[in-house]
């Protein structure tokens, strides 16, 4: 089993910066790839990037693309997702996941159905 858990989110201007964490534990960190997700307000949960273990790969939405940075730090057991240039369609609940599937952890995963273990999310607001 894997526990993640999300800080860092809150209110912030346009134009602003944020740098989520995400903390893991339960499971070796070195075996695990970590995906960030977000859901708006009234609307579905999206992808937003992964960084997977092969090589430490990232990919993210083309929204966030330029913007955002998902790092990881092995002595720390954490995720970071670095948030750039917000804007107030960044706004929403961010949630990081986790999986060590072979295909996740060698190719990365962009389905919030290919990831087992969840956050419980933190908040982003981004005013204009």
């Known amino acids: 089993q894997v526990q993640l858990v999300e800080s860092g989110g809150g209110l912030v201007q346009a134009g602003g910066s944020l740098r989520l964490s995400c903390a893991a534990s339960?499971?070796?960190?070195?075996?695990?790839?970590f995906g960030w997700f977000r859901q708006a307000a009234g609307k579905e949960r999206e992808f937003v990037g992964f960084i997977r273990l092969s090589g430490g790969g990232t990919d993210y939405t083309d929204s966030v693309k330029g913007r955002f940075t998902i790092s990881r730090d092995s002595a720390k057991n954490t995720v970071y997702l670095q948030m750039n240039s917000l804007k107030p369609e960044d706004t929403a609940v961010y949630y990081c996941?986790?999986?060590?599937?072979?295909?996740?952890?060698?190719?990365?995963?962009?389905?919030?159905?290919?990831?087992?273990?969840w956050g419980q999310g933190t908040q982003v607001t981004v005013s204009s």
């Open positions: 339960g499971r070796s960190f070195g075996s695990l790839a």
């Open positions: 996941a986790a999986d060590d599937s072979a295909y996740c952890t060698g190719y990365g995963c962009y389905g919030d159905n290919e990831y087992d273990y």
